[in-house]
């Protein structure tokens, strides 16, 4: 959904919102790949994704003009940021805890 709103919007979000949001979805993509590789400092990078996620939605008064197509538009794309900032938490919180196998 990020991506495909980037794209579809080049023109009506301009410069320098277009490096703005590349640098929100390298950070994404970049969170996402260490979470999947069960990196325990994972949710730093989430951090990092969160805080500029924040600072663009204060910046821009919203989600770059997405209020337009969705009128909750920036109330979702908070929600999202903060739920994503959980789960990663929570999933590396998980991944670092080691749990004793059973050994018979």
């Known amino acids: ?5 980037l794209f579809g919007n080049l023109s009506a979000i301009g410069s320098p919102g277009i490096f703005w949001y590349g640098g ?8 996402m790949t ?3 590789d069960g990196n325990e400092k ?3 990078w989430e951090a990092v ?6 600072y663009l939605l204060y910046q821009y008064v919203g989600w770059f003009g997405l209020t337009q197509w969705f009128v909750f538009a920036d ?9 994503s900032m959980y789960l990663s938490i929570n999933f590396s919180i998980k991944r670092s805890v080691s749990v004793p196998s059973e050994s018979n």
């Open 1 to 5: 959904l990020f991506i495909s709103y």
């Open 24 to 31: 929100f979805i390298f950070l994404f993509v970049y969170s």
């Open 34 to 36: 260490e979470l999947m």
């Open 42 to 44: 994972a949710y730093l």
């Open 49 to 54: 994704k969160c805080l500029v996620g924040l």
């Open 75 to 83: 109330t979702l794309v908070f929600s999202y940021l903060l739920v």
